[in-house]
DNA sequence: CTGAAAGCGCTTACAG
DNA sequence: CTGAAAGCGCTTACAG
């Protein structure tokens, strides 16, 4: 089937093909007889705009380029969501992007520009150095907007973003768990640096700091797998009664470990994680998590990038934080 | 930044245009030395080509579509994975696309064409009868190459499909039950009538049939709220000795439950969910589950999509199946 | 309010 | 192996 294009709908309706781009485009712009003759003639016809052409004309490709580097973190998906439906409701598509590895950076830079994405919304938790530079070429050098989604970036460019206060919240959660008496609180994070972790970690110090406790950190890859050792010594070495996972999956991982150790929850030991992803349901005793509002920062994400494009010079600074909040189930007291 | 054109490059090469796009796109067609020139000239600009002006003048895209109805499933994340990897080696992009709600079917569909992708990844258990008609159009009418991706379609059409046997592994993993000495055997599935679960179902029953026992069937809905109530009341009228849950997360929160209510796991009830998902590896205890390779499945529909994406005649016909395995942890004996 | 025409940045027969 | 030129299907000043 060759598709009718808007020539085939000019002739139909005996008008120009300006006439055709105007009604669809700009109906105002036409006399209401002339637009329902072209809509009319459109619709005959089928008539589905082409999407290169239109872009390549005008220069806008109403395409966001949404980038990820692990589709299968819970949170990525619930975000993605909020982004999605955003992005539908003004009209933008979405091209997905999954590999921020170092070495395809250039490549996806180049994928990025190629396709004349409007925007971009990057979902990383990791942002490395080359991240940041090929970040900062899309932005300067490129004038693409771009917004950062739950995470921050340690660039001196400061660049938009949306993301909980995750000192705060890291700040927060101990404290809760030292109001509760707990002396002995432990932190889960990852063995990579990720910024958004760093600040969780921030805020368990300054906590403990403040009420002169002692810092227990424990280090560990993401990975349900190979976690099992690392939590297994650490919790044989230390001797706690708090635990802080930097993720939900993290904090289960933890919370079977001391289970099968024998330990009561939440008599012996409170556990909190982080994010309130799904996994918080289906945990027992169900876990008291940090609820990050996921799908809206998503969402917000989105809109705020539509504004962005709106405007002529991007400024593309500042943190926009959204309110995170405490989430008692029964890991804790 | 105004980016570099074609033009700019073959002027600074001191060559045509049609030799820069050769140079790029078929570097045998022209001579070494040229080659060298236009390359070195294409750098040294950060040319980088426009992919709408591409687009238009080739009538190819190396865009597909991925078309999703719940992102945050734990399954549908992995497949995208599994997609993604396998299009950005054929250098294929992803456009994204995830209401498939009945109303907004004819908007997805001139989105589709209007982008021009090259063919569509189809990742939803429900197919509707609507839906079965927009993938026919699709297919018939505009001559998109379709692939459905763990999942299959009850339209006669007979879309070109990468899957499980479904049915097989209901029954497997039925006979698996029954073989540990289970009687009352349950089977949770969900309310709506997607085919993929009907398909464990007619299984189930199959195996339920051959060994004389009796049908014991569950709807809940899928999410993990107000399935509570549908599996409690289940559960107080039934008494079972075995269980399988269409989803891991089903199968987990009938785990739960009967532990909640005493009963012993897996000494006086067997559990088995479906999928694999990391879900099982936060139960306790750890579930027992159907395998299906969900990365592969994904990887695989995008590398039947591109041969099929590669033929002059669409075929889009017929079934891959893919094997699963029946993966015994400690709900089950 | 509408049309004629140029232009967006590529690809690709066609000719040489 | 290379170039001139037409064409892909739109948008958008410009003129009327």
Same mark, same amino acid.
């Given at each position: 089937m060759n598709k009718a294009t808007i020539y085939d709908v000019a002739a139909l309706a005996r008008v120009s093909n300006a006439t055709v781009s105007r009604a669809l485009n700009e109906p105002d712009k036409v006399k209401p007889e002339t637009r329902d003759k072209v809509l009319k003639a459109a619709k005959e016809l089928g008539y589905k705009a082409n999407a290169? +052409? @239109?872009? &390549? +004309?005008?220069? @806008? #490709?109403?395409?966001? +380029?949404?980038?990820?580097?692990? &589709? #299968?973190?819970a949170s990525v998906a619930e975000m993605v969501k909020g982004i999605s439906e955003v992005a539908s409701h003004y009209n933008y598509s979405i091209l997905l992007f999954t590999d921020t590895s170092d070495d395809k950076l250039p490549e996806l830079l180049t994928n990025l520009v190629s396709h004349s994405v409007d925007g971009v919304l990057y979902l990383n938790d990791e942002i490395t150095q @080359?991240?940041?530079?090929? &970040?900062e070429d899309l932005v300067d050098k490129f004038q693409i907007p771009l917004v950062l989604c739950n995470t921050v970036s340690n660039s001196d460019h400061n660049f938009l973003s949306v993301a909980i206060d995750f000192e705060k919240a890291g700040y927060e959660v101990t404290k809760s768990l030292i109001q509760e008496g707990r002396n002995n609180i432990a932190l889960f994070t990852t063995t990579k640096r990720f910024p958004v972790n760093e600040l969780k970690e921030a805020g368990y110090k300054k906590a403990i700091k403040e009420y002169g406790l002692k810092e227990l950190i424990c280090y560990t890859t993401g990975n349900l797998d190979s976690n099992k050792n690392d939590i297994d010594t650490f919790l044989n070495e230390n001797d706690i009664d708090g635990v802080i996972g930097v993720r939900d999956s993290i904090a289960i991982a933890v919370l079977n470990t001391l289970i099968a150790k024998g330990r009561r929850i939440p008599e012996d030991v409170s556990v909190f994680g982080f994010q309130n992803t799904r996994y918080t349901q289906l945990s027992r005793p169900l876990l008291s998590t940090i609820n990050i509002p996921i799908y809206e920062i998503g969402a917000r994400s989105m809109r705020v990038l539509t504004t962005e494009m709106m405007k002529e010079e991007q400024e593309h600074k500042g943190l926009i934080t959204l309110e995170h909040s405490i989430i008692k189930r029964l890991t804790t007291k």
């Open positions: 290169f +052409a @239109k872009g &390549l +004309a005008s220069n @806008k #490709s109403t395409e966001v +380029a949404v980038v990820v580097s692990d &589709l #299968s973190r @080359k991240q940041n530079q090929m &970040l």
